[in-house]
Nanobody
Framework: QVQLVESGGGLVQAGGSLRLSCAAS????????MGWFRQAPGKEREFVAA????????YYVESVKGRFTISRDNAKNTVYLEMNSLKPEDTAVYYC?????????????????WGQGTQVTVSS
């Protein structure tokens, strides 16, 4: 079992930045794929970014490319999502997830463990 704890959400004005953190309870970072998803009210959970567990390659949904960066700190067993140039449409609850597979996926059903979520609100 893996517990994931997200932090770093909050309220920010459009154009601002936030950094989300996801700390895993045991060694997963650097081995398994890690993903960030978000869910806005009334919408389905959406893939945001992922990092492969095998080679650390990264993947992003088109709407956040160039603004968001996923990274990891293996020693701290933590994955980050740096979010810049935030827009009101980025407002959502953000979740980190771990897949028991080094390969990354954009399908949330491929992920086995989820954090509790952290709210990100971007005001216009």
């Amino acid at each position: 079992q893996v517990q994931l704890v997200e932090s770093g959400g909050g309220l920010v004005q459009a154009g601002g930045s936030l950094r989300l953190s996801c700390a895993a309870s045991r060694r997963t970072v650097g081995f398994y794929a890690m993903g960030w998803f978000r869910q806005a009210p009334g919408k389905e959970r959406e893939f945001v970014a992922a990092m492969s567990g095998s080679d650390g390659s990264t993947y992003y949904v088109e709407s956040v490319k160039g603004r968001f960066t996923i990274s990891r700190d293996n020693a701290k067993n933590t994955v980050y999502l740096e979010m810049n140039s935030l827009k009101p449409e980025d407002t959502a609850v953000y979740y980190c997830a771990v897949s028991r597979d080094p390969k990354w996926y954009s399908d949330p059903f491929k992920y086995n463990y989820w954090g509790q979520g952290t709210q990100v609100t971007v005001s216009s």
